[in-house]
């Protein structure tokens, strides 16, 4: 959410110099981390920013932006990353490294064999089952192991099976009515 806030700020103030606004945004938040941690975290997610830069210069790349968008992203996430390097396990480290080569796998099409309809329909709902899953989820697990008769396996799975049902609700119901109004208000502010 704090990603989302920030974004939109910088995107309708800067609207073609977006990514100097970006980067600019990054450097002030990681400076801000190293005067005040925590609340550098709180408003700015500051060790999240060069993920979420490195997700914009992929999409850039899937969209062929251009390198005039997609370089100046990659280079920030990289130093980004470096500066947060810290905050990372070895085993965090490694993660984020086999993320990489997937997207990098991704853009070269090598992963087209993913693209069936079950996948697909995950694909759609994981930012919603993302958000819900840990509070929900985890808080649902927690209360149904109370109970002898759905201790273990019986709650993880009803806890799945229900996280998943919200999450398709909160698709249908709210994403794509929300992506389909900023399609007609981005729509009519470029026409403008």
Known sequence: IVFY????????????????GWIGFCTFAA?????????????????????????????????KRGWHFTAPLIAAALIFYGAFWATNSLAGHLTIAAAVLLFVLFLRGRLDWLGGRALG?????????YLLHQHIGV???????????????????LTALLCVALASAVHYAIELPAQNLLKRFGGRTRHT
């Open 31 to 63: 400076l801000a981390y190293l005067w005040n941690t925590d609340r550098a975290w709180h408003l700015f997610a500051a060790p999240y920013l060069c993920f979420f830069t490195l997700g914009m210069a992929f999409y850039g790349i899937h969209a």
């Open 139 to 157: 808080s649902l697990i927690a209360h149904m192991n109370m109970l002898p008769w759905l201790n273990g396996w019986p709650a993880i799975t």
């Open 121 to 129: 329909f995950v694909g759609l709902i994981s930012y919603p089952l």
């Open 5 to 20: 806030a920030w974004v939109a700020l910088i995107y309708f103030t800067f609207r073609r110099h977006f990514v100097l």
